[in-house]
């Protein structure tokens, strides 16, 4: 059915079956009285008890802010082979947050040798290759120039990579879209250092390299060096923690995330990429035709539902709200739209404010669930006009070789006992 024939609500919104709602009970606040209802009117008829937290004096208080002790199971999830301690991921818990941003503690981490524990007073960093001159610079030297805050995602080109599998993994939103955070980054333009070491008009491409043991290090264009990319010194306001890059990251917005490298030590511009380890043996994308990508930066528009996922259990026929975040490398989300049958219809979700250009934007969508089965998916469409793809499409196109770059849609199967599943529609 073409989107300009589908049947329409009583608001005039395309309408979505299986208990898919009009966004318009969010905007314009009719949703109190139809999800609450008796429940809070029989809740005001009898008097609030007086808790023991409430009568006497609570914990003094702390040099650094802890979260509740309710709160224990909030935590990164992560699994290293045996014979390499420190090599391997810790996922961000996406199923217990909400909103856009992830804290510092629970940001996803990538790492290839363990983290470093890097001396911010004898950390340097050189810029050298094709410039004019050389510079070497400390974090003191750093912290003297003009900085910028933006918030922008992190994903590892392997995120979501277990969907590529035959059959559906059954395990739970952090084991297969964990390694994606986002952050507010404070940090030196880029831009600004290569104005002052002058960069030779025959540059092209500059090589990252970080100061773990892994050597770990990639190359990017000189174009997105001269564009968005900062040098990152602040995560959420304070030093960046040290599993993303203490003392300085690199942040290159909507690229894969190991190009952002951390522990930053070293810039060299040059005419071509360096083709190092991680940008050949890996990070390059497989095709059905047994060709590949190679240096596919930006990562394309993508959306989950992290509320309800597994691990939630529905607990009885009603309303729901779904939620889940969105995000593109190459811009900004310009809608979401949520399904509860497996993608046969669908109705438009809404973004929560900002919606910012490479960065996490929450949605939410407004769901009377029957108490039968129902497939949840979501769609989101960025402002290139990029949509995302069904998995049957990706994978015609990509087949099931690869682990990089997956942005199908991901559905979450729901049975009648209220529990959520990986699956495939």
């Known amino acids: 059915m073409a989107r300009k024939d589908r049947p329409r609500d ?24 139809g999800a609450a209802g008796a429940s809070v009117t029989a809740a ?41 301690p420190g090599t391997g991921s810790a996922r961000t818990p996406h199923q217990h947050l909400d909103g856009m941003m992830t804290p510092s503690g629970l940001h996803f981490e990538r790492s290839h040798s363990g983290v ?3 001396d911010p007073e004898q950390h340097r960093l050189v810029i050298h290759g094709m410039v004019r001159r050389s510079m070497v610079y400390s974090l003191e030297n750093l912290s003297r120039y003009p900085r910028t805050s933006r918030i922008a995602f992190l994903e590892c080109a392997g995120n979501s990579g277990a969907l590529n599998q035959a059959q559906p993994a059954q395990v739970d939103i952090q084991a297969i879209h964990g390694l994606l955070s986002c952050a507010d980054w404070t940090g030196v ?30 190359s990017f264009p000189i174009a997105k ?50 083709m190092a380890k991680d940008e050949t043996s890996k990070y390059t994308v497989l095709l059905q035709n047994e060709k590949a990508w190679q240096f596919v930066f930006p990562l394309e528009v993508k959306s989950v539902i992290t509320h309800p996922s597994p ?25 979401v739209e949520v399904s509860a049958d497996g993608g046969k219809t669908w109705a438009p979700a809404v973004l929560n404010n900002p919606v910012l250009p490479k960065a996490l934007t929450r949605f939410r969508a407004a ?47 729901i049975n009648d006992k209220g529990e959520a599943a990986n699956a495939y529609a």
């Not at 995560?235 to 190009?259: A, I, K, T």
């Open 311 to 335: 691990g939630h259990l529905l607990k009885g026929a009603g309303f729901y709200e779904i939620s889940g975040l969105a995000w593109s490398g190459n811009g900004t989300i310009r809608s």
């Open 225 to 274: 060096a001269m564009d968005d990319a900062l040098l990152c010194m602040y995560q959420n306001g304070e030093r960046v923690r040290p599993s993303n890059g203490y003392p300085v990251r690199l942040l290159l917005p909507g690229f894969e995330g190991n190009m952002n490298v951390k522990w930053l030590r070293r810039l060299k511009l040059t005419n071509e990429p360096q």
């Open 44 to 84: 005001r008829a009898e008097p609030l008890a007086v808790p023991a937290w409430s009568k006497q004096p609570g914990s003094p208080f702390t040099p650094y802010g802890q979260p509740s002790k309710f709160e224990s199971k909030v935590v990164r999830t992560f699994a290293n082979p045996a014979n390499a």
């Open 367 to 413: 769901w009377q669930w029957n108490g039968g089965p129902a497939q949840l998916q979501s769609r989101a469409t960025d402002d290139t006009g990029m949509v995302q793809p069904s998995r049957a499409a990706f994978i015609a196109e990509r087949g099931l070789r690869g682990n990089y770059h997956f942005n199908a849609i991901q559905t979450w199967g």
């Open 189 to 218: 333009k880029l831009s600004t250092l290569l104005d002052e070491v002058g960069v030779d008009p025959a540059a092209t491409w500059v090589i990252a390299e970080g100061a773990d043991s892994s050597g770990m290090s990639r």
């Open 116 to 118: 470093p524990d890097i």
């Open 10 to 33: 009583r608001f005039g919104e395309p309408a979505a079956g299986n208990g898919i709602m009009s966004r318009r009970i969010f905007l314009e606040g009719a949703l109190v009285a």
